[in-house]
């Protein structure tokens, strides 16, 4: 009797996890969807992901925007899907479909975050830094142009998985930079530069915070 009632504290434990984990990655692609939709696409920052992937290709095609961006990361979704197995394919599900709802909703709603280059700037790289650090921390993927590098490296993993990265971002700079200008790539550019840092520090820190339980736990 006291085993089953272990067990159901065990299962209730784990169910807690994954509750909070799923809205740990929702509440990461509503901050990525506010600063997508409310900073970098109404400033045209380009870089590099399927935001402006889908700001460079409405530039070309004139259709709009959420169709565009829902569809790139729908196509994405169902290629990590197929190439990349389904250990995290059900979280991935999750992130997708909240930053498509979000960054629909955030995009048609009529309202503006907007104030001077600056403070945009840095309130963008925080939300979307935190964003992808709620994503990662829960072994979620945000469905980017990443997974087209993924996919190559299981095919040769001899291959740099960091360059084929790098290389598919500077290919939508390229474009970005046909269609919208040096300033927008160089803003991005700076941009990708600076989010990168945040990130990295929102890492750092948890790392550290699940090492610091880890060694409670184990004094106990």
Same mark, same amino acid.
């Given at each position: 009797?006291?085993?089953?009632?272990?067990?159901?504290?065990?299962?209730?434990?784990?169910s807690?996890?994954?509750?909070?984990?799923?809205?740990?990655?929702?509440?990461?692609?509503? %901050?990525?969807?506010l600063?997508?939709a409310?900073?970098?696409?109404?400033?045209?920052?380009?870089?590099?992901?399927?935001?402006?992937?889908?700001?460079?290709?409405?530039k070309?095609t004139?259709?709009?925007l959420?169709?565009?961006?829902?569809?790139l990361?729908?196509l994405?979704l169902?290629?990590?899907?197929?190439?990349?197995?389904?250990?995290?394919?059900?979280k991935?599900?999750?992130?997708?479909?909240?930053?498509?709802?979000?960054?629909?909703?955030?995009?048609?709603?009529?309202?503006?975050?907007?104030t001077?280059?600056?403070i945009?700037?840095?309130? /963008?790289? %925080?939300l979307?830094?935190?964003g992808?650090?709620c994503?990662?921390?829960?072994?979620?993927?945000?469905?980017?142009?990443?997974?087209?590098?993924?996919? %190559?490296?299981?095919?040769?993993?001899q291959?740099?998985?960091?360059?084929?990265?790098?290389?598919?971002?500077?290919?939508?700079?390229?474009?970005?930079l046909?269609?919208y200008?040096?300033?927008?790539?160089?803003?991005?550019? %700076?941009?990708?530069?600076?989010?990168a840092?945040?990130?990295?520090k929102?890492l750092?820190?948890?790392?550290?915070?699940?090492?610091?339980g880890?060694?409670? /736990?184990?004094?106990?």
């Open positions: 009797m006291k085993e089953d009632i272990g067990w159901d504290k065990m299962r209730q434990r784990q807690h996890v994954r509750v909070r984990g799923m809205a740990k990655i929702i509440f990461g692609n509503i %901050l990525l969807a600063a997508y409310k900073w970098m696409v109404p400033r045209g920052i380009i870089n590099g992901g399927v935001t402006s992937l889908s700001l460079v290709l409405q070309i004139q259709l709009p959420p169709w565009l961006s829902n569809g990361t729908l994405l169902v290629i990590c899907g197929l190439f990349l197995g389904k250990a995290s394919l059900m991935s599900i999750v992130s997708s479909l909240s930053y498509m709802f979000f960054f629909t909703l955030f995009y048609e709603l009529p309202f503006t975050l907007m001077t280059f600056p945009d700037f840095l309130l /963008a790289c %925080l979307i830094s935190f992808y650090y994503c990662l921390s829960e072994g979620s993927s945000t469905v980017g142009v990443d997974v087209i590098a993924l996919v %190559l490296y299981q095919k040769n993993p291959r740099n998985l960091a360059k084929m990265i790098r290389h598919l971002n500077l290919s939508v700079l390229v474009l970005g046909l269609t200008g040096v300033f927008a790539v160089l803003t991005g550019f %700076l941009f990708s530069v600076s989010y840092w945040f990130l990295e929102w750092a820190w948890d790392a550290k915070r699940q090492q610091k880890l060694d409670i /736990a184990q004094n106990h």
